[in-house]
């Protein structure tokens, strides 16, 4: 069974930081695209940042760009997320994604991620 569980999330003041990790289990990690998505309370759930199978290719949204990293480690089953000054509009919960396999372009619609996690709650004060 395909699991994908997240931690590292919590409560920091604006300008902190956090990381998130998100451990595959059951899953053939190395061929596929990774994402990150959030949804905040009586929002649609959005596209935050994908890794490709080989990590050479990433994407983010514009709203984190330069102050967010994805990465992987193929090794450990787990890809990562660092968030660097927070801001609380990125209070959300932050979710990993499975997408597809062996594709060097990082999808951002939802629609392609077939596996996702439990989700992992931010929450960044003013």
């Known amino acids: 069974q395909v699991q994908l569980v997240e931690s590292g999330g919590g409560l920091v003041q604006a300008g902190g930081s956090l990381r998130l990790s998100c451990a595959a289990l059951?899953?053939?990690?190395?061929?596929?695209?990774l994402g990150w998505f959030r949804q905040a309370p009586g929002k649609e759930r959005e596209f935050v940042a994908g890794?490709?199978?080989?990590?050479?290719?990433?994407s983010y949204a514009a709203s984190v760009k330069g102050r967010f990293t994805i990465s992987r480690d193929n090794a450990k089953n787990t890809v990562y997320l660092q968030m660097n000054n927070l801001k609380p509009e990125d209070t959300a919960v932050y979710s990993c994604?499975?997408?597809?396999?062996?594709?060097?372009?990082?999808?951002?619609?939802?629609?392609?991620?077939?596996?996702w996690g439990q989700g992992t709650q931010v929450t960044v004060s003013s």
């Open positions: 994604a499975r997408g597809p396999a062996w594709e060097s372009r990082v999808a951002a619609d939802t629609a392609a991620y077939a596996v």
């Open positions: 890794i490709s199978w080989t990590g050479d290719s990433t």
């Open positions: 059951g899953l053939a990690f190395s061929r596929y695209t």
